[in-house]
T-cell receptor, first 111, second 113 residues
Protein backbone atom coordinates (compact mmCIF):
# COMPACT_ATOMS: atom_id res chain seq x y z
CA UNK A 1 0.00 0.00 0.00
CA UNK A 2 0.88 3.66 -0.07
CA UNK A 3 3.26 4.97 2.57
CA UNK A 4 5.22 8.11 3.45
CA UNK A 5 8.45 8.16 5.42
CA UNK A 6 9.34 11.48 6.91
CA UNK A 7 12.43 12.75 8.65
CA UNK A 8 11.86 12.51 12.35
CA UNK A 9 12.23 15.48 14.58
CA UNK A 10 12.23 17.53 16.47
CA UNK A 11 14.30 19.96 14.45
CA UNK A 12 15.61 23.11 16.13
CA UNK A 13 17.16 25.90 14.06
CA UNK A 14 18.25 29.46 14.58
CA UNK A 15 16.45 32.22 12.70
CA UNK A 16 17.71 32.65 9.10
CA UNK A 17 19.11 29.11 8.99
CA UNK A 18 18.53 26.77 6.03
CA UNK A 19 15.83 24.14 6.44
CA UNK A 20 15.53 20.70 4.88
CA UNK A 21 12.93 18.13 5.91
CA UNK A 22 13.28 14.83 4.08
CA UNK A 23 10.31 12.90 2.73
CA UNK A 24 10.23 9.70 0.69
CA UNK A 25 7.22 7.76 -0.47
CA UNK A 26 6.01 4.42 -1.76
CA UNK A 27 3.00 4.35 -4.05
CA UNK A 28 1.67 2.70 -7.18
CA UNK A 29 1.04 4.88 -10.17
CA UNK A 30 1.66 8.61 -10.11
CA UNK A 31 0.57 10.16 -6.83
CA UNK A 32 0.18 13.84 -6.10
CA UNK A 33 2.45 15.02 -3.29
CA UNK A 34 1.76 17.60 -0.60
CA UNK A 35 3.27 19.40 2.34
CA UNK A 36 0.86 20.46 5.06
CA UNK A 37 1.69 22.59 8.13
CA UNK A 38 0.00 22.45 11.52
CA UNK A 39 0.36 25.28 14.01
CA UNK A 40 -0.29 24.57 17.70
CA UNK A 41 -3.93 23.84 18.42
CA UNK A 42 -4.99 24.14 14.80
CA UNK A 43 -5.91 21.96 11.84
CA UNK A 44 -3.79 21.35 8.76
CA UNK A 45 -2.99 24.05 6.22
CA UNK A 46 -1.82 23.23 2.73
CA UNK A 47 1.69 24.60 2.25
CA UNK A 48 2.49 23.41 -1.27
CA UNK A 49 1.86 20.61 -3.72
CA UNK A 50 3.15 18.95 -6.89
CA UNK A 51 1.14 16.71 -9.15
CA UNK A 52 3.70 15.21 -11.52
CA UNK A 53 7.37 14.32 -11.76
CA UNK A 54 9.84 17.25 -11.77
CA UNK A 55 7.15 19.70 -10.69
CA UNK A 56 8.29 22.19 -8.05
CA UNK A 57 5.76 23.37 -5.51
CA UNK A 58 6.47 26.64 -3.73
CA UNK A 59 4.80 28.93 -1.21
CA UNK A 60 5.94 31.45 1.43
CA UNK A 61 9.60 30.75 0.64
CA UNK A 62 9.20 26.98 0.99
CA UNK A 63 9.96 24.72 -1.97
CA UNK A 64 9.76 21.00 -2.76
CA UNK A 65 10.49 19.15 -6.01
CA UNK A 66 8.73 15.93 -7.03
CA UNK A 67 11.56 13.45 -7.74
CA UNK A 68 10.17 10.24 -9.21
CA UNK A 69 13.58 8.62 -9.66
CA UNK A 70 14.30 8.86 -5.93
CA UNK A 71 10.63 8.82 -4.81
CA UNK A 72 11.27 11.93 -2.74
CA UNK A 73 9.65 15.28 -2.02
CA UNK A 74 12.00 17.09 0.36
CA UNK A 75 10.91 20.41 1.85
CA UNK A 76 13.39 23.31 1.84
CA UNK A 77 13.51 26.93 2.89
CA UNK A 78 16.50 29.18 2.56
CA UNK A 79 15.95 31.31 5.66
CA UNK A 80 13.53 30.26 8.38
CA UNK A 81 11.71 32.63 10.71
CA UNK A 82 10.39 32.19 14.24
CA UNK A 83 6.87 32.20 12.76
CA UNK A 84 7.71 29.02 10.80
CA UNK A 85 7.72 27.02 14.04
CA UNK A 86 5.10 24.30 13.53
CA UNK A 87 4.66 20.63 12.65
CA UNK A 88 5.16 19.77 8.98
CA UNK A 89 3.51 16.77 7.32
CA UNK A 90 4.38 15.22 4.00
CA UNK A 91 1.45 13.46 2.30
CA UNK A 92 0.48 11.72 -0.91
CA UNK A 93 -2.80 11.26 -2.76
CA UNK A 94 -2.41 8.02 -4.64
CA UNK A 95 -4.43 5.28 -6.22
CA UNK A 96 -6.44 4.69 -3.03
CA UNK A 97 -8.06 8.15 -3.41
CA UNK A 98 -7.13 9.17 0.10
CA UNK A 99 -4.34 11.16 1.71
CA UNK A 100 -1.57 9.15 3.32
CA UNK A 101 0.52 11.16 5.77
CA UNK A 102 3.96 10.88 7.25
CA UNK A 103 4.41 11.05 11.00
CA UNK A 104 5.22 14.75 11.02
CA UNK A 105 8.32 16.81 11.85
CA UNK A 106 8.25 19.33 14.67
CA UNK A 107 10.23 22.47 13.73
CA UNK A 108 11.27 25.03 16.32
CA UNK A 109 13.00 28.22 15.19
CA UNK A 110 14.85 30.20 17.84
CA UNK A 111 15.37 33.97 17.61
CA UNK B 1 -15.35 32.52 1.29
CA UNK B 2 -15.96 30.29 4.29
CA UNK B 3 -13.51 27.48 4.73
CA UNK B 4 -14.17 24.08 6.25
CA UNK B 5 -15.93 24.36 9.60
CA UNK B 6 -16.29 21.74 12.32
CA UNK B 7 -18.27 21.46 15.52
CA UNK B 8 -17.87 21.16 18.38
CA UNK B 9 -14.33 22.36 19.04
CA UNK B 10 -13.81 20.15 22.06
CA UNK B 11 -15.73 17.23 23.50
CA UNK B 12 -15.34 15.06 26.57
CA UNK B 13 -17.04 11.66 26.74
CA UNK B 14 -16.78 8.54 28.88
CA UNK B 15 -16.07 5.01 27.75
CA UNK B 16 -19.02 3.29 26.10
CA UNK B 17 -20.75 6.47 25.07
CA UNK B 18 -21.54 7.57 21.54
CA UNK B 19 -20.45 10.80 19.85
CA UNK B 20 -21.40 12.76 16.72
CA UNK B 21 -19.06 15.25 15.09
CA UNK B 22 -20.12 17.67 12.36
CA UNK B 23 -18.45 19.20 9.33
CA UNK B 24 -19.43 21.78 6.72
CA UNK B 25 -17.26 21.73 3.60
CA UNK B 26 -15.69 24.68 1.88
CA UNK B 27 -18.01 26.46 -0.53
CA UNK B 28 -18.09 24.67 -3.90
CA UNK B 29 -16.81 21.38 -2.51
CA UNK B 30 -18.87 18.20 -2.67
CA UNK B 31 -16.54 15.59 -1.19
CA UNK B 32 -15.83 15.21 2.51
CA UNK B 33 -13.17 13.05 4.16
CA UNK B 34 -12.59 12.35 7.84
CA UNK B 35 -9.23 11.74 9.51
CA UNK B 36 -8.17 10.76 13.01
CA UNK B 37 -4.99 12.32 14.38
CA UNK B 38 -3.69 10.81 17.59
CA UNK B 39 -1.34 12.93 19.69
CA UNK B 40 2.09 13.22 18.09
CA UNK B 41 1.12 11.31 14.95
CA UNK B 42 0.04 12.03 11.41
CA UNK B 43 -3.64 11.93 10.44
CA UNK B 44 -5.12 8.55 9.53
CA UNK B 45 -7.85 8.29 6.91
CA UNK B 46 -11.22 7.10 8.22
CA UNK B 47 -13.57 7.42 5.24
CA UNK B 48 -14.71 9.66 2.41
CA UNK B 49 -18.22 10.68 1.33
CA UNK B 50 -19.36 11.76 -2.10
CA UNK B 51 -22.94 12.09 -3.37
CA UNK B 52 -24.19 11.01 0.08
CA UNK B 53 -22.40 7.66 -0.13
CA UNK B 54 -19.27 6.28 1.47
CA UNK B 55 -16.81 6.08 -1.41
CA UNK B 56 -13.67 4.91 0.36
CA UNK B 57 -12.87 3.61 3.81
CA UNK B 58 -9.66 3.26 5.78
CA UNK B 59 -8.75 0.64 8.36
CA UNK B 60 -11.26 1.61 11.04
CA UNK B 61 -13.87 -0.62 12.73
CA UNK B 62 -17.59 -0.44 12.08
CA UNK B 63 -17.99 1.59 15.27
CA UNK B 64 -17.01 4.49 13.05
CA UNK B 65 -19.81 5.51 10.72
CA UNK B 66 -20.77 8.58 8.82
CA UNK B 67 -23.31 10.39 6.78
CA UNK B 68 -23.38 13.07 4.13
CA UNK B 69 -26.38 15.34 3.64
CA UNK B 70 -27.73 16.84 0.40
CA UNK B 71 -26.02 20.15 1.22
CA UNK B 72 -22.68 18.20 1.33
CA UNK B 73 -22.21 18.62 5.09
CA UNK B 74 -21.23 15.49 6.95
CA UNK B 75 -21.33 13.77 10.31
CA UNK B 76 -18.94 11.30 11.90
CA UNK B 77 -20.44 8.96 14.48
CA UNK B 78 -18.43 6.82 16.86
CA UNK B 79 -20.18 4.21 19.00
CA UNK B 80 -18.96 2.39 22.11
CA UNK B 81 -16.15 4.85 22.72
CA UNK B 82 -12.95 3.63 24.29
CA UNK B 83 -9.88 5.42 25.56
CA UNK B 84 -7.99 4.88 22.31
CA UNK B 85 -10.52 6.99 20.42
CA UNK B 86 -9.17 10.11 22.09
CA UNK B 87 -7.76 12.19 19.24
CA UNK B 88 -8.17 15.23 17.03
CA UNK B 89 -10.76 14.48 14.34
CA UNK B 90 -10.19 16.38 11.15
CA UNK B 91 -12.58 16.95 8.31
CA UNK B 92 -11.33 17.76 4.83
CA UNK B 93 -13.22 18.77 1.71
CA UNK B 94 -12.53 18.97 -2.00
CA UNK B 95 -14.31 18.84 -5.31
CA UNK B 96 -15.14 15.40 -6.63
CA UNK B 97 -11.96 14.76 -8.63
CA UNK B 98 -9.38 12.32 -7.35
CA UNK B 99 -6.38 14.60 -7.34
CA UNK B 100 -8.01 17.84 -6.21
CA UNK B 101 -6.47 19.42 -3.14
CA UNK B 102 -8.10 18.68 0.19
CA UNK B 103 -8.69 21.58 2.58
CA UNK B 104 -8.88 20.87 6.29
CA UNK B 105 -11.01 22.23 9.08
CA UNK B 106 -9.67 23.13 12.53
CA UNK B 107 -10.68 19.78 13.98
CA UNK B 108 -12.65 18.50 16.96
CA UNK B 109 -10.63 17.42 19.99
CA UNK B 110 -12.30 14.35 21.51
CA UNK B 111 -11.26 13.17 24.95
CA UNK B 112 -12.56 9.83 26.23
CA UNK B 113 -12.30 9.29 29.98
Amino acid sequence: GDSVTQMEGPVTLSEEAFLTINCTYTATGYPSLFWYVQYPGEGLQLLLKATKADDKGSNKGFEATYRKETTSFHLEKGSVQVSDSAVYFCALDGSARQLTFGSGTQLTVLP
Amino acid sequence: DAGVTQSPTHLIKTRGQQVTLRCSPKSGHDTVSWYQQALGQGPQFIFQYYEEEERQRGNFPDRFSGHQFPNYSSELNVNALWLGDSALYLCASCRGTVTDTQYFGPGTRLTVL
